[in-house]
């Protein structure tokens, strides 16, 4: 089995070849990922990663039941300009292919403010996943001209509690319906 070490440098090979702006991140436990703009390309890749989440991770991403991602669906996740509608993917080298692990994303809600969202892998979380694709998520918004990012979600994912916390945000139950929070950085 090969070492962390050669793996990650196996990894870079990989990442060096990719075409458009990216960034090579380090988690928590050594390994590398490869960080960049989500691509009309990548429309497959994006299936796969929500079709391999868990049903728990679907309903945390969705805020409801979804088993299958649809046309209708897929054609708003794949809808970004890269301004007001962006998203970031990590992607791992794995036998020679890259594997989504995460994404992260936001969507111009008023003209300083957008909503955003992360996701990662079931095998993936706790590693700083998230952590490191907000971070990109977050200098991104601010340079496109957002003021302010909010998230919706489920009072139950205490992960996500902890990660916006960590991130500067601050929550808040929605006074309608206190199965959710509002988390606003």
């Known amino acids: 089995m090969p070492t962390l070490e050669a793996r990650n440098q196996q990894a870079a090979l990989a990442y060096a070849a ?3 702006p990216h960034w090579i991140d380090q988690l928590d436990d050594g390994r590398h990922v490869l960080v960049r703009p989500l691509g009309a390309d990548d429309r497959e890749r994006e299936y796969n990663f929500i079709k391999g989440l868990s049903r728990e991770s679907r309903h945390a991403r969705f805020l409801g039941e979804i088993n299958e991602p649809g046309k209708t669906l897929m ?17 791992v080298h794995d036998n020679g292919q890259l594997i989504e692990i995460g994404v992260a994303r936001y969507a111009e809600a008023r003209t300083d403010e957008c909503e955003c969202a992360v996701t990662v892998a079931d095998a993936w979380q706790h590693l700083g996943l998230g952590r490191l694709l907000m971070q990109h998520l977050m200098t991104a918004a601010r340079a496109n001209g957002f003021k302010r990012m909010y998230t919706v979600d489920a009072a139950t994912n205490a992960p996500l509690r902890e990660l916006n916390k960590a991130l500067g945000f601050h929550s808040v139950i929605d006074p309608d319906d206190h199965g959710y929070i509002h988390n606003f950085q």
């Open 18 to 20: 990719q075409p458009r």
């Open 75 to 91: 054609d708003q996740l794949m809808d970004v300009d890269n301004q007001r509608r962006l998203a970031f993917i990590a992607l």
